[in-house]
């Protein structure tokens, strides 16, 4: 195990990479002498540094300095709250607030609303005038809405109270007005830290350096024998490695991805972003006037705004399918157009990576079940919200096999939710069985069933993380100290 590290010098301030003269630590100790010399006294850091003309810093390093000696000195570290005016509250304190400003600056006849808001203190101060009765708006004057004053005189109350608070006599503002300003951002509740520092039970005004290293010279000439060192502490840990750091989105895709290997899931491809509407709409029996392939709803592509072609004697199939029914079906009933399905879009979901697969499947000579997973990216034009984004991740699973059943579906899905750590049956995805009308086009097999459940990577992982806006996990709004903070992600119950 590596020795810890060496001690700062007395005085001395941690991470400054310089010694400070080390008068500080004496003069420290001089003044915890004179000053706390009774059982119990002390000193508080604040104030000895601020009858030692040093700055608060400074004397914090060599209260530190001085715990690395041993029982020197003994600090307690305290803190305190005390309210500061921000920069909008010295304004105010200077100007006057925005209301007050507005007001003294309206003229008795008034002024057109537009204009009273280029008015001092207009765009912000004129709702709270409205809102303490001081301005009264005529929507029907001639020319339109026009402001005026509403009483002959007001007090700036505000500014008043900033006033008091910059004196330091907050006690006599009350907690409501406090509050109304700190809502306002005019005031700031600023945390104090200090140290109560006493005497120590080998408190000393004289202080001894402790050695930190054993070098060549105090071996050749036997100095080391008259010099105290300082004990090697073996439970100190070292400086951790810089590392890159895996977003949560990643850690719990990684997880979901091992629980799909356990199972026996294969990975399918995924790297078609661009689809065409065939593959994500039609070949999964979604007729051509359904809503979701409205531009309110799906990002479709200008450049190349078609996919050059369509599998030929699928996509006949298909368009029978759609149009005059079969395998037990009637169809939709209208007129499908290979124009359609051919659009260029950005996939809406990943089923549509799922199609092409079970259109593989089917052109084999002797089919072979499987089981596959996939979990990539997919986009939707969304309105933005708390738990919606234009942009996330589908997690998706396909069992094909002969004689499936909703049952198997249902053993598959508490397998997997199980390991998910989720016991209890919740809505976080959609499951189902394949229609005939989607799988018998591509030609599998009449006995051929296929499974199909699928979820968002977004929701699992805010669920694990305890995070309620999505826009605190994906985009410009992340904490990044979340990311290097958030623990190993482990869904297994």
């Given at each position: 195990?590596?020795?810890?590290?060496?001690?700062?010098?007395?005085?001395?301030?941690?991470?400054?990479?310089?010694?400070?003269?080390?008068?500080?630590?004496?003069?420290?100790?001089?003044?915890?002498?004179?000053?706390a010399a009774g059982p119990g006294r002390g000193l508080c850091s604040r104030e000895a540094a601020a009858a030692l003309g040093l700055d608060h810093q400074t004397l914090v390093g060599a209260v530190k300095s001085l715990q690395a000696l041993g029982e020197v000195i003994e600090a307690e570290p305290r803190a305190a709250t005390r309210w500061e005016l921000s920069p909008e509250g010295s304004e105010v304190l200077r100007d006057g607030s925005p209301e007050v400003r507005l007001f003294r600056s309206l003229p008795a006849e008034g002024l057109p609303q537009s204009d009273a808001m280029k008015l001092p203190g207009g765009s912000v101060g004129f709702s709270k005038a409205m809102a303490n009765k001081w301005l009264r708006l005529e929507k029907g004057a001639p020319g339109g809405p026009r402001v005026f004053r509403a009483v002959p005189e007001v007090q700036d109350t505000v500014q008043e109270a900033l006033r008091r608070l910059h004196r330091g006599?907050?006690?006599?503002?009350?907690?409501?007005?406090?509050?109304?300003?700190?809502?306002?951002?005019?005031?700031?509740?600023?945390?104090?830290?200090?140290?109560?520092?006493?005497?120590?039970?080998?408190?000393?005004?004289?202080?001894?350096?402790?050695?930190?290293?054993?070098?060549?010279?105090?071996?050749?000439?036997?100095?080391?024998?008259?010099?105290?060192?300082?004990?090697?502490?073996?439970?100190?840990?070292?400086?951790?490695?810089?590392?890159?750091?895996?977003?949560?989105?990643?850690?719990?895709?990684?997880?979901?991805?091992?629980?799909?290997?356990?199972?026996?899931?294969?990975?399918?491809?995924?790297?078609?972003?661009?689809?065409?509407?065939?593959?994500?709409?039609?070949?999964?029996?979604?007729?051509?006037?359904?809503?979701?392939?409205?531009?309110?709803?799906?990002?479709?592509?200008?450049?190349?705004?078609?996919?050059?072609?369509?599998?030929?004697?699928?996509?006949?199939?298909?368009?029978?399918?759609?149009?005059?029914?079969?395998?037990?079906?009637?169809?939709?009933?209208?007129?499908?157009?290979?124009?359609?399905?051919?659009?260029?879009?950005?996939?809406?979901?990943?089923?549509?990576?799922?199609?092409?697969?079970?259109?593989?499947?089917?052109?084999?000579?002797?089919?072979?079940?499987?089981?596959?997973?996939?979990?990539?990216?997919?986009?939707?034009?969304?309105?933005?919200?708390?738990?919606?984004?234009?942009?996330?991740?589908?997690?998706?699973?396909?069992?094909?096999?002969?004689?499936?059943?909703?049952?198997?579906?249902?053993?598959?899905?508490?397998?997997?939710?199980?390991?998910?750590?989720?016991?209890?049956?919740?809505?976080?995805?959609?499951?189902?069985?394949?229609?005939?009308?989607?799988?018998?086009?591509?030609?599998?097999?009449?006995?051929?069933?296929?499974?199909?459940?699928?979820?968002?990577?977004?929701?699992?992982?805010?669920?694990?993380?305890?995070?309620?806006?999505?826009?605190?996990?994906?985009?410009?709004?992340?904490?990044?100290?979340?990311?290097?903070?958030?623990?190993?992600?482990?869904?297994?119950?």
């Amino acid at each position: 195990m590596a020795p810890a590290a060496p001690p700062l010098p007395v005085g001395a301030r941690p991470g400054s990479g310089a010694a400070m003269s080390p008068s500080v630590a004496e003069l420290l100790l001089q003044r915890l002498e004179r000053e706390a010399a009774g059982p119990g006294r002390g000193l508080c850091s604040r104030e000895a540094a601020a009858a030692l003309g040093l700055d608060h810093q400074t004397l914090v390093g060599a209260v530190k300095s001085l715990q690395a000696l041993g029982e020197v000195i003994e600090a307690e570290p305290r803190a305190a709250t005390r309210w500061e005016l921000s920069p909008e509250g010295s304004e105010v304190l200077r100007d006057g607030s925005p209301e007050v400003r507005l007001f003294r600056s309206l003229p008795a006849e008034g002024l057109p609303q537009s204009d009273a808001m280029k008015l001092p203190g207009g765009s912000v101060g004129f709702s709270k005038a409205m809102a303490n009765k001081w301005l009264r708006l005529e929507k029907g004057a001639p020319g339109g809405p026009r402001v005026f004053r509403a009483v002959p005189e007001v007090q700036d109350t505000v500014q008043e109270a900033l006033r008091r608070l910059h004196r330091g006599e907050a006690e006599t503002v009350p907690e409501r007005e406090r509050n109304d300003l700190k809502r306002r951002k005019l005031l700031l509740e600023v945390t104090l830290k200090s140290y109560w520092i006493r005497k120590g039970s080998a408190f000393s005004t004289a202080v001894a350096r402790q050695e930190t290293e054993l070098t060549p010279e105090m071996l050749a000439t036997g100095s080391w024998r008259q010099l105290h060192f300082k004990p090697y502490n073996f439970a100190a840990l070292g400086l951790p490695p810089p590392a890159g750091h895996l977003h949560p989105l990643l850690k719990v895709r990684s997880e979901l991805r091992q629980i799909f290997l356990e199972m026996g899931f294969t990975e399918m491809p995924t790297q078609n972003f661009v689809e065409s509407s065939f593959w994500n709409f039609d070949a999964l029996f979604q007729p051509q006037q359904h809503p979701a392939r409205d531009q309110h709803d799906t990002f479709f592509l200008q450049d190349p705004a078609e996919a050059p072609e369509l599998p030929p004697g699928y996509a006949a199939k298909v368009k029978k399918v759609h149009s005059q029914g079969g395998y037990g079906s009637q169809g939709y009933k209208y007129e499908w157009k290979p124009e359609e399905a051919r659009r260029n879009l950005l996939r809406t979901h990943t089923t549509a990576a799922s199609a092409r697969m079970l259109y593989r499947l089917a052109q084999q000579e002797r089919f072979s079940p499987v089981k596959c997973f996939s979990i990539d990216r997919v986009f939707r034009n969304e309105s933005l919200d708390a738990t919606h984004l234009a942009e996330f991740h589908q997690v998706e699973g396909v069992v094909a096999d002969r004689g499936l059943t909703l049952g198997h579906l249902m053993g598959i899905l508490r397998q997997f939710f199980t390991k998910l750590g989720l016991k209890k049956w919740v809505e976080v995805g959609n499951s189902g069985i394949f229609r005939p009308e989607l799988l018998l086009p591509m030609g599998l097999p009449e006995n051929i069933s296929v499974l199909a459940w699928g979820l968002s990577l977004e929701r699992p992982t805010m669920i694990k993380y305890g995070i309620n806006n999505i826009r605190e996990l994906v985009g410009h709004r992340v904490n990044l100290q979340m990311v290097y903070d958030s623990p190993l992600c482990r869904l297994a119950a």
